[in-house]
């Protein structure tokens, strides 16, 4: 059994900051990636910015400058720091991790409950 579990979503004013952390526990044996996704009312689920094992870093165009990802592997947590808020980051973040199991082979997509991140103007 694997959880993710984010925390440090609210309400901020724009240009206000938050950081979002993500830890992944249970029986995990390795994890390839930890990203962040957004999805807004009405909008598909976007991937807005990802790290790799190998220390590999993307971000989507809208929130590159703005947002800093990073990664704990020892505590298998990943954090997404956000400055510079705009009213259209506004969205419910979901962490993600493509990661293998003890006992089980391959990779597989694990999704926190995701934390709502309100940017008022």
């Known amino acids: 059994q694997v959880q993710l579990v984010e925390s440090g979503g609210g309400l901020v004013q724009a240009g206000g900051s938050l950081r979002l952390s993500c830890a992944a526990s249970g029986s995990i044996f390795s994890i390839k990636a930890m990203n962040w996704y957004r999805q807004a009312p009405g909008k598909q689920r976007e991937l807005v910015a990802a790290?790799?094992?190998?220390?590999?870093?993307n971000y989507v165009d809208s929130v590159k400058g703005r947002f800093t990802i990073s990664r704990d592997s020892a505590k298998n947590t990943v954090y997404l720091q956000m400055n510079s808020l705009k009213p259209e980051d506004t969205a419910v973040y979901y962490c993600?991790?493509?990661?293998?199991?003890?006992?089980?082979?391959?990779?597989?997509?694990?999704w926190g409950q995701g934390t709502q991140v309100t940017v008022s103007s």
């Open positions: 790290v790799t094992s190998g220390g590999g870093i």
């Open positions: 993600n991790a493509a990661l293998s199991v003890t006992g089980r082979t391959g990779f597989y997509d694990y």
